[in-house]
């Protein structure tokens, strides 16, 4: 048996321990937690044929997996010197407008394409996870449309874990500029994680929930991976949601096309929304969708097939919206 995601539950466990160990955890999930996240560490892949797509993907994407996994590492002894250093025992400090922008200005410098602000509810936090601090700067990379667009191939697995090593430095680098100008700080790294990342990001106002379980950007659709830093400054941003217009658009766009749902090889989208527990919703099965997603490191044909995953596409149809509106009161 092939069972990539032990390493991952191993740092992780020891990020967990050190966030409840500090006495100041506000924004924590424990067995209590209706959210769950996929047991990757228990996701172990048969040998034969799902063990040697695992083994293709591996050679393919190796070592943006080792990079991947070297940056969870580096946010857990990250958090360890956190601990450490007593910031989390401190009141919240204010920082004044302009660092915001600073502050977006080197998530930018660091290739992120979307910065949000969000509070983190607890019912976001995964099950028998924690999180050190209640605020979340969401960051939001891209990913490369001519790989994706070759998914399930090998090329688009590489994508997606060029991505998770790419986005997991950048978290770990604002996380340490945060921390060099005072500021407590915890990253969360986009490969695995404490927090539904997704759900997360819609409450940052960066696009809506998707059909296949992924935000929707105005700009990139779902092709695009998502992570976090979790703080706690006193003047900390408020979320900048959509305009409701846009918002209504992407998600009577997601409502009347159905194409993942088509597409996915393991039946893991549902047509209706499933109750899950604490009042949460979801189309996903993610026992269905899991394992085929960790032979393949990532899947990505729900993102794929999405037509808002297309470059160009979003910002088309807010211009065509503009252009109708912009006739109607011609016309009005």
């Not at 466990?13 to 769950?36: D, T």
């Amino acid at each position: 048996m092939l069972n990539p995601g032990w390493i991952l539950r191993r740092f992780e466990s020891r990020a967990v321990a050190l966030a409840r160990s500090a006495g100041r955890v506000p924004v924590s999930s424990c067995a209590e937690s209706p959210v769950r996240r996929a047991p990757f560490d228990r996701l172990a892949c048969p040998v034969g044929f799902p063990g040697r797509m695992l083994v293709l993907n591996l050679i393919h994407a190796g070592r943006w997996l080792v990079g991947a996994v070297a940056g969870v590492r580096a946010a857990a002894r990250a958090l360890e010197a956190e601990v450490a250093s007593g910031r989390p025992q401190r009141a919240p400090q204010r920082a004044g407008e302009p660092f915001w922008a600073e502050l977006e200005d080197c998530a930018r410098s660091l290739g992120i394409n979307a910065v949000g602000y969000a509070r983190v509810p607890p019912e976001l936090v995964f099950r028998d996870m924690a999180v050190l601090y209640p605020q979340a700067v969401v960051l939001l990379m891209e990913m490369g449309f001519e790989a994706i667009d070759r998914a399930p191939a090998p090329a688009a697995g590489r994508e997606v874990m060029r991505t998770y090593a790419a986005l997991g430095e950048a978290a770990n680098a604002l996380c340490a500029w945060l921390n060099r100008r005072g500021f407590p700080a915890q990253a969360g790294h986009p490969l695995g994680g404490a927090v539904l990342y997704p759900a997360l990001a819609y409450r940052a106002g960066l696009g809506v929930q998707g059909r296949n379980g992924l935000l929707l950007h105005p700009c990139y659709g779902p092709r695009h991976r998502l992570a976090a830093v979790f703080t706690d400054i006193a003047d900390f941003p408020p979320p900048r949601p959509l305009p409701g217009s846009e918002a209504a658009r992407l998600e009577a766009l997601c409502d009347s096309c159905w194409a993942c749902v088509a597409a996915c090889p393991t039946g893991a989208l549902a047509k209706d929304p499933v109750p899950r527990p604490g009042g949460l919703r979801s189309y996903l099965d993610p026992a269905r969708c899991f394992p085929f997603f960790m032979t393949h490191l990532g899947c990505s044909l729900c993102i794929k097939v999405c037509p808002l995953s297309r470059p160009g596409y979003g910002l088309a149809l807010r211009e065509r919206e503009a252009g109708r509106k912009e006739a109607a009161a011609a016309q009005g």
